[in-house]
């Protein structure tokens, strides 16, 4: 019998090996082994088991790891379509559907070995420094695992060897299991009666629930995801787009059709954003399945669990005592079997998408997912990304509307002002309007509580000279730097560095004393604030607020409680928090999000106006929201004034489709980044002529070729409606032309230059993804660049900076 293997060095190939007698029987697919590869032994995953090879003289497995294979061929498969689709190489793929506690070798099978401290009668002997702090770890805590130890005392197991030997301390392997969740009480609670828009909600999954077998074939991108109109994919959608403002009862339903999911003998995954994976989201899930015929152990997985935790969680899901899995975005890998339903909440979250290799984006990952494993899918928002908005409106997923909150809360009162109009009364820009300064001064008096809202921390954005404009710049990213008043520094927002506030202007022929800081910060904000209002308490929540992990907990804590008036935040605070004295929400720059240079910038903004004037008015008191903008009257910020989701989603898809934009094309964004620029950029441009070349772009045909970048980022700031079309003609390109692949660039990246790398960017936008990927793997094979220069493809990017 032979065994292909991936082995984990990123090679982009697989390897033949034998299985030898003593292995048989034990060697399946999706085992994990060791081999030998040259002269090193190293470990890989096998793909598949065949009779023969066409390689002659193969060497034989060394070792299968563990005792049950931990990737199923079914996570497998999907680990090859992540590969295909996102073009990475397979090993990479494979690597991030197992955690790294799991695949690593040591982390064992459940059983770990522990050490004990024996108890010694008499005199200590002598001891060196190393061992003696070893020694006062383990006195301590008298038994831990191995690992763990090692880790604390910062040593190797030579000392502890030296201890062993001196009969201070035994090692045995044990059998451990760590529940990062063991100290909470948790309280059942039973199902609610659903309110007659969750019925029909519930109604429609359920069906599909019922109606689905596994259609166990691999359906091709265009098919499953976004894209293509031309779909031969004609079954009832098994994709739900449950649309609900926060409050609207849409976890109510996930509970109730992960109970039917189980009643059905079946798992599910629930997929939310790490930042909503709070212990209140996962009781609410672990209480409502802790007891009664439906129990199951509710796993969960993210990033703050210790390695030995993300293992055992893992473990309990591939053993199959847990059935529903909980987590952030790599939660969608877990090993649930059979799965019957995904959830995927808060679907629009960009941070779904990987921004590493693979890029996977989870939400895609879990309807692919879905495809092969005939699971149902729900995605949940209150404000869905178009692309799945988009294929609701042609048929691909059924759209779930849920219209109204629970508690038949009305929605808040949203006022804009236009600061132009107050920036011209006054002298200069303030940070607050008279009419929000008004509103704050009332609810102080009323005893009620506010929200600011300002997506950007630090104090000011920069430091500018006003004599001869000089602007403190990162040395390293071509970004301003952002002043941190309490300090007294400059951090760049980038890559952290962090330089002294100069005392004087630092250009020579200047040196003027009256350096000034230009723009806004969450800080400036928050002493602004306590300059107008001494007396209320305030407090800020940002990135720069938030050292230590209890920080989150104790400043929310205190503004529930009352402890504090006033709460200043960046986009951290727009989600998902319930707060019920909350009555004005003050959001201070609206637009600062609509000036990136991205096509989402319109789309961002909508969400984010949605997502934090959901804050107010989640009591008894309808809440009051001020949106203070330069720029009023664009679609983003009216469409969100009037709660109007569809009339924004439909010009906003008008505006896409007459730029071929994502959902009407899906884009590739490939980027070159080496510490010389003139060989990043004449990288670029090879790169350029090679992908013309090759993917019969030649430029007469290709009219789809666009000059540059930069148009782009002006048209995806703001050309929009009737603008648009004479733009994209402009370019000379024909706006329908189905088939096409454009080519944009190569440019210099919106950001430049970030952590002493240059970056230039080459844009492909296609109806065809997976043909696409399929030829830019073969080319990206072929390319030789410069040593100091490298190139990542990101397939459907989120971020275009
Ligand atoms: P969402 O997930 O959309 O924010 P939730 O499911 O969390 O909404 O519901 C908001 C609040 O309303 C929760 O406290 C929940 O317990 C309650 N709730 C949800 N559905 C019902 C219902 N049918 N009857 C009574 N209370 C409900
Ligand atoms: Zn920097």
Redesign the pocket.
Known sequence: MIARVTLELALRKEFDYLVPPELLGLVEVGSRVQVPFGPRKVLGCVTAIAEESDRTRLKSILKVIGVQSLVTPKVLKLARWIADYYCCAPETALKSVLPEAVRKEHAGWRQQLFVRALSFPGELPKLSKRQRELWNILEERREMPLQELLELADTTTATLRRLEEKGLVALSPKVSERDPYALEQILPTQP????PA?AAALKRIIEAMDGRKAEGRMLNAETALAGSSTSAFSIRPSTFLLH??????????YLQAIAHALERGQGAIVLVPEISLTPQTVERFKARFSSGPLQTLVAVLHSHLSAGERHDEWHKIRQGRARIAIGARSAIFAPVDPLGLIIVDEEHEHTYKQEEAPRYHARDVAIMRGHMEGATVVL?SATPSLESYYNCRNGKYALLD?PER??NQKMPYVRIVDMRQVARKGQGIPIFSPQLKEAIAQRLERGEQTILFLNRRGYSSSLQCPLCGFVAQCPDCSVALTYHRPEQKLRCHICGHVEPVPAVCPDPKCRNPKIRYAGLGTQKVEETLAKLFPDARVVRMDSDALKRKEDYRRILGDFRTGKTDILIGTQMIAK?LHFPNVTLVGIIYADLALHQPDFRAGERTFQLLTQVSGRAGRGDIEGEVFVQAFTPFHPAIQFARRHDFTGFYEQELEFREQLRYPPFSRVALLTLKGRNEDKVKFSAEHLGRELEKRLGLSPEFGASREASRSNESSSGSRLRGDQAAPAAQARGRPPHRAQETILAGPAPAPLLRAETFYRYQIMLRTAHMTALSRELAKIIQSLVLPEDVTLTVDIDPVDLA
């Open positions: 609610l009666t659903l309110n969750q609900g403002v926060t409050g609207s009862g849409k976890t109510e339903i949940g849920l629970v508690d998902g």
